[in-house]
């Protein structure tokens, strides 16, 4: 484990339900977008891994929408897999994976977990130092099957600049609980995915100022 940050409640607010799950506000909002983006640029069959899956929300729901895809989901936090496995019982799915232990900022795992043909990571580089975003995505890009797809979505610097009063709130709290972490700027997370040989396919904006990158392993 690389280390545990403790995080200001805004990062990552998650409300016990019944049964062991989860249930975070944000991901109930950001699933719709991320659904439809993921229509559009997920490959539609093979291997799909979810790092920092939190609650199990979204897993549960892409794993629906996208079958074709085996999906691993991984969270660090014990109470949130317990939790990602209680939404994919009750989603009755057979291509969700039990949630596995992943810290996704510690060396390694890329070669343990090879031959991804999606890697998906949603609101977790604003919440970590840049040195673990660099090992993140190193290892992220060395996962990925030729051709493999990684899409990272969140809220970013651009230029230096914060879009909304909200997000120039959040950052300072971030910054406030541990000067190391707080908003990437978007133009060094693209250049961090090309050093690590990957293609970056698309960049779009998306609801509530956050943006959504699509990075491709070349086939050959
Ligand atoms: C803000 S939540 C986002 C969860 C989910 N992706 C979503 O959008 O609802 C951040 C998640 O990252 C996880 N996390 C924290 N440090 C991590 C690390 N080093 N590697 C992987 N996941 C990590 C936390 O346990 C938490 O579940």
């Known amino acids: 484990m690389t280390g545990r940050l403790t995080l200001p409640d805004t990062a990552s607010i998650a409300n016990q339900t019944e049964g062991g799950k989860l249930v975070a506000p944000s991901a109930s909002r950001n699933l719709e977008p991320i659904a439809a983006l993921l229509?559009?640029?997920?490959?539609?069959?093979?291997?799909?891994?979810?790092?920092?899956?939190?609650?199990?929300?979204?897993?549960?729901?892409?794993?629906?929408r996208l079958p074709g895809l085996h999906w691993?989901?991984?969270?660090?936090?014990?109470?949130?897999?317990?939790?990602?496995?209680?939404?994919?019982?009750?989603?009755?799915?057979?291509?969700?994976?039990?949630?596995?232990?992943?810290?996704?900022a510690a060396p390694g795992w890329g070669a343990r977990l090879a031959g991804q043909n999606l890697i998906l990571l949603v609101n977790l580089l604003h919440l970590i130092p840049m040195d673990w975003v660099k090992v993140l995505i190193?290892?992220?890009?060395h996962a990925l099957a030729p051709g493999g797809r990684f899409i990272l979505y969140g809220p970013f610097l651009r230029d230096g600049s914060l879009t909304s009063d909200g997000d120039r709130a959040f950052h300072a709290s971030l910054i406030a609980q541990d000067p190391r972490i707080g908003y990437k700027e978007i133009a060094d997370i693209l250049a961090l995915?090309?050093?690590?040989?990957?293609?970056?396919?698309?960049?779009?904006?998306?609801?509530?100022?956050?943006l959504a990158v699509v990075a491709e392993r070349p086939a050959f």
């Open 39 to 64: 229509a559009k640029e997920a490959p539609s069959r093979g291997r799909a891994l979810e790092i920092a899956s939190g609650t199990g929300q979204h897993v549960a729901a892409f794993a629906a």
């Open 72 to 104: 691993q989901p991984s969270d660090p936090d014990p109470v949130r897999r317990a939790s990602i496995d209680a939404y994919a019982t009750e989603s009755g799915l057979s291509n969700i994976a039990a949630a596995l232990d992943l810290d996704a």
């Open 138 to 141: 190193a290892e992220a890009a």
């Open 193 to 210: 995915l090309r050093a690590a040989g990957l293609s970056v396919i698309d960049l779009q904006e998306m609801p509530a100022n956050n």
